[in-house]
């Protein structure tokens, strides 16, 4: 038995289960050169690989539309010729495919295109399933975990998460990440238990992967292979648990007004219908987060206007009011399994969100309309994120308008009123947030970015997680005087950051003025105690 103990946590739940070890498998080819008499029989043992992949590949396309395509390249002529080409010049099979698919994945990444990009990010897909049947290892895949376990990773992409079945992950430990890295928020979402920043915790199971964990997320407490004793102790710490959140849950009844009588609004943050519909029993006044890039990550293309439409309408019926569309929010930590995007020094610094949109218009147009579209059937607000000057909202605000334009002459039905407002998560928005409030109809603060913008400490970096700190005065100060700059114009301030979640944060945050609290389904609760308490 070994116990570790994280300091920091923003989430809650007792989980004992089994370990289930997420190990990105390595598929570096170990053997370069091969003898000429060697050629021929590599070149057959290329081919074998080859028919299981495509009978692999078959079976998932069955299932999944991107399998098909998949297939179609793992039978092109160019790349098996170009691996068997390689083999003939006496590399073995793994170099070959390595070499191949490198060529290729970098001819389709210099493309301009996005469509071609994502053809990149399939090519590489194709490559590792070749490598691994080479290798005769099998490829994790998050997605099929059917019985209950602990997932424990070094680190998880925000595309690797959404796939986990929460009924089956009971819990999730990494050994990188921050609080606010999107694992954890999506976690906190999808009301798993989630500790992240674990050092050696990988090393600490790698010898023995079939043991048994448990972890109290609230007290950032892990248990490896508990005893008997200590399985008990967990046992009854559950039962306990269960029952303080069954106490907390009665509370729903009552509106979310402060002792001095204001009527706070509680809204939950959301990446997909699913979320609307799960977060409803707990009595959200609406959503003041969709996530729309979970719409994209959940795909294996950029979604059509039509899909994106159906997908926001639905969750536009479910949302009790407001459902504020956050525009696509990609890069920084948070990729598409379909798009590769090109190597960057700093991607928190780089081309995302609010950038991207205003350079791929059509991409963002899609998106605009079917917002729009969606907001004929209730109260949808649009919200742009990472703005950094008025002349990014206005330009944003600008294609709001064109594509209300073509709608009217198409004739399809938008909510003429809707509101179009902006996150409030770069420094530069803080010091223009007076200017600003004159332009936007609402503003929400994004802690999670703000925080390591004003302090310079990367939301991600496990090495400087105890810097990442929504408490540090020059955040308090930020809060405060957006806060301020919004009032004074008369808009509404709400926050959507996880610091709106945190405990310790919401007396501050009341004091403040703060308007509406957008919080991870997994704080609406204790959020709401904190409210009526105040
Ligand atoms: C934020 O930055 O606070 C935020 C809510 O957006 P995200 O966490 O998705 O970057
Ligand atoms: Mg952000």
Redesign the pocket.
């Known amino acids: 038995m070994k116990k570790i103990h994280v300091e920091k946590t923003t989430s809650r739940g007792i989980v004992a289960a089994p370990v289930y070890l997420y190990k990105d498998i390595d598929l570096t080819p170990d053997q370069n050169k091969i003898e000429p008499e060697q050629i021929e029989p590599e070149k057959q043992r290329f081919q074998r690989s080859k028919d299981k992949v495509i009978e692999e590949l078959r079976e998932l396309a069955v299932e999944n539309e991107i399998f098909g395509a998949h297939l179609e390249i793992a039978e092109d002529f160019t790349l098996v010729e170009g691996v068997l080409g390689k083999i003939s010049e006496r590399n073995n099979a793994e170099e070959a495919v390595s070499k191949t698919i490198g060529e290729l994945e970098a001819i389709f990444s210099a493309i301009d295109d996005a469509y071609m990009k994502e053809r990149a990010a399939d090519i590489c897909d194709i490559g590792k399933r070749y490598l691994a049947k080479l290798k005769g290892v099998t490829l994790p895949d998050l997605g099929n975990i059917d019985r209950e376990v602990v997932v424990v990773a070094k680190d998880l992409f925000p595309s690797d998460t959404v796939k986990l079945n929460p009924e089956y992950v009971r819990g999730i430990i990494t050994e990188e990440g921050g609080v ?1 890295s ?1 694992v954890s ?1 999506l976690a906190n979402n999808m009301r798993i238990p989630i500790l992240v920043g674990v050092k050696g915790i990988m090393s600490e199971l790698a010898e023995n992967k079939d043991l048994y964990i448990c972890m109290d997320a609230g007290a950032g407490e892990i248990v490896i292979d508990p005893t008997e004793e200590e399985l008990n102790i967990y046992q009854e710490k559950k039962v306990q648990y269960e029952e303080s959140v069954r106490q907390i849950e009665t509370l729903r009844e009552k509106e979310p007004v402060t002792k001095d009588g204001k009527r706070i609004r509680l809204c939950v ?1 959301a990446g997909n219908p699913e979320d609307v519909k799960n977060a409803l029993p707990m009595k959200i006044d609406g959503v003041g ?1 969709f ?1 729309s ?1 979970l719409v994209y990550m959940e795909k294996d293309h950029f979604p059509t206007e039509e899909e994106q439409f159906e997908i926001y309408k639905e969750a536009v019926k479910l949302s009790p009011e407001e459902l504020t569309i ?1 525009t696509l ?1 990609i890069g ?1 930590d ?1 990729g598409l399994p379909y798009f590769k995007f090109e190597e960057e020094d700093n991607p928190f610094l780089g081309w995302r ?1 609010i950038r991207i949109c205003l350079e791929k218009r059509d991409m963002f147009k899609a998106q605009i309309r079917a917002i729009l579209r969606a907001s004929a059937f209730g109260n949808v607000r649009i919200m742009f ?2 703005i950094v000057s008025p002349e990014e909202l206005r330009q944003a605000k600008e294609i709001v308008e064109e594509c209300k334009k073509e709608l009217r002459q198409e004739e399809k039905a938008f909510d003429e009123q809707i509101e179009t407002g902006m ?1 409030i ?1 770069t420094p530069a928005s803080v010091l223009l947030a007076e200017e600003f409030a004159k332009e936007a109809d609402f503003f ?9 913008y004003l302090l310079a400490v990367d ?1 991600g970096n496990k090495k400087i997680a105890a810097m990442y700190d929504f408490f540090h005065p020059a955040v308090l100060r930020a809060v405060e005087t957006i806060i301020k700059a919004g009032h004074k114009e008369g808009i509404m301030v709400g ?5 709106a979640g945190d405990p310790k944060a919401v007396p501050l945050l009341l004091k403040m003025g703060l308007d509406e609290f ?1 919080v991870s389904a997994a704080n609406l609760d204790y959020v709401r105690k904190i409210i009526l308490e105040n």
Not at 444 to 452: A, E, F, V
Not at 495 to 499: A, L, P, S
């Open positions: 606010t999107h928020i943050n987060l996530r890039e956050r929010d920084g948070k969100a994120p990472m996150m998560e929400s603060i994004g802690t999670n970015d703000l925080t390591q939301r926050m959507c950051g996880e610091m957008s």
